[in-house]
């Protein structure tokens, strides 16, 4: 595991859209993992900043709320084509976001299961983390080999995203979120955290066990992971184990 520290937010951007590149450069029809989540947004603004030909891109979203109307704007498919497809050129077509509104959530979760492998799975996914450990929407307690499917969202994540509609009663209760086994089956993790909200959080996913109480555990289970992390989020990371290479990174403008 590869870990960037940084001064602040949009250091983690720059960081991790060097990474992304690097992939799309090497893999011109490369298969990214897209994430949601206010973290990942500098890294898309950095990314599009590249100029990149993203024409043969493919991307997957991690997870998308269950029985939001079409067109809502704080649906994942809404988010996902403001904050990425439109900011990066990607093809819509070529771009996929769970169906929240299916008739049947859990035969599209099957089904979106079912295409990430039939696109030859994803080359690198991007993650964030939120305050209680889970990773997509797995929330604590999810099963570590666990794959897409239909989730109940915990209370303090819909408090969490709360802040993105009306009131808390708007914020839906369940979810379709890629399971932990199959983000683990991606070639590359790479998540993305910031601010000192998410410090213990960090650390307890990177340094303590892996277990369902802590979905972002997985990340250890992993032989290809990077985290880029602002000063901030970072500051609880001193008790590692040795395997981590903690790298000060300070990107030039
Ligand atoms: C959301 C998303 C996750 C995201 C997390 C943290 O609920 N489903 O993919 O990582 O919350 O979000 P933020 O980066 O805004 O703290």
């Given at each position: 595991?590869?870990i960037?520290?940084?001064?602040?937010?949009?250091?983690?951007?720059?960081?991790?859209?060097?990474?992304?590149?690097?992939?799309?450069r090497?893999?011109?029809?490369?298969?990214?993992?897209?994430?949601?989540?206010?973290?990942?947004?500098?890294?898309?603004?950095?990314l599009?900043?590249?100029?990149?030909?993203?024409?043969?891109?493919?991307?997957?979203?991690?997870?998308?709320?269950?029985?939001?109307r079409?067109?809502?704007?704080?649906?994942?498919?809404?988010?996902?084509?403001?904050?990425?497809?439109?900011?990066?050129?990607?093809?819509?077509a070529?771009?996929?976001?769970?169906?929240?509104?299916?008739?049947?959530?859990?035969?599209?979760?099957?089904?979106?299961?079912?295409?990430?492998?039939?696109?030859?799975?994803?080359?690198?996914q991007?993650?964030?983390?939120?305050?209680?450990?889970?990773?997509?929407?797995n929330?604590?307690?999810?099963e570590?080999?666990?794959?897409?499917?239909?989730?109940?969202?915990?209370?303090?994540?819909?408090?969490?995203?709360?802040?993105?509609?009306?009131?808390?009663?708007?914020?839906?209760?369940?979810?379709?979120?890629?399971?932990?086994?199959?983000?683990?089956?991606?070639?590359?993790?790479l998540m993305?955290?910031?601010?000192?909200?998410?410090?213990?959080?960090?650390?307890?996913?990177?340094?303590?066990?892996?277990?369902?109480?802590?979905?972002?555990?997985?990340?250890?289970?992993h032989?290809?992971?990077?985290?880029?992390?602002?000063?901030?989020?970072?500051?609880?990371?001193?008790?590692?184990?040795?395997?981590?290479?903690?790298?000060?990174?300070?990107?030039?403008?």
């Open positions: 595991m590869e960037y520290v940084v001064p602040d937010a949009p250091a983690t951007g720059v960081i991790a859209a060097g990474i992304l590149a690097a992939v799309v090497s893999k011109p029809n490369a298969v990214l993992g897209i994430a949601t989540g206010s973290s990942p947004i500098p890294v898309y603004k950095a599009a900043a590249h100029g990149l030909d993203m024409s043969q891109v493919r991307a997957f979203a991690l997870d998308e709320y269950v029985g939001l079409a067109g809502h704007p704080q649906s994942y498919a809404e988010v996902v084509r403001r904050e990425v497809t439109e900011q990066l050129g990607l093809d819509p070529r771009v996929a976001v769970p169906d929240g509104g299916a008739a049947d959530p859990h035969q599209a979760a099957v089904n979106y299961d079912a295409a990430i492998r039939e696109a030859g799975g994803i080359d690198v991007l993650l964030g983390i939120g305050h209680n450990g889970h990773i997509a929407f929330e604590p307690g999810s570590l080999d666990s794959r897409t499917r239909v989730e109940v969202l915990a209370d303090r994540t819909r408090q969490a995203n709360a802040r993105y509609f009306r009131s808390l009663e708007d914020v839906p209760t369940r979810c379709i979120t890629q399971g932990l086994g199959t983000i683990l089956e991606a070639r590359q993790l993305v955290v910031r601010g000192a909200d998410k410090a213990e959080v960090l650390a307890a996913a990177l340094s303590g066990p892996v277990s369902p109480d802590c979905p972002g555990s997985v990340l250890q289970l032989p290809h992971v990077t985290v880029v992390a602002d000063q901030a989020a970072a500051m609880h990371l001193g008790a590692c184990n040795a395997q981590v290479r903690v790298q000060i990174a300070t990107p030039s403008p």
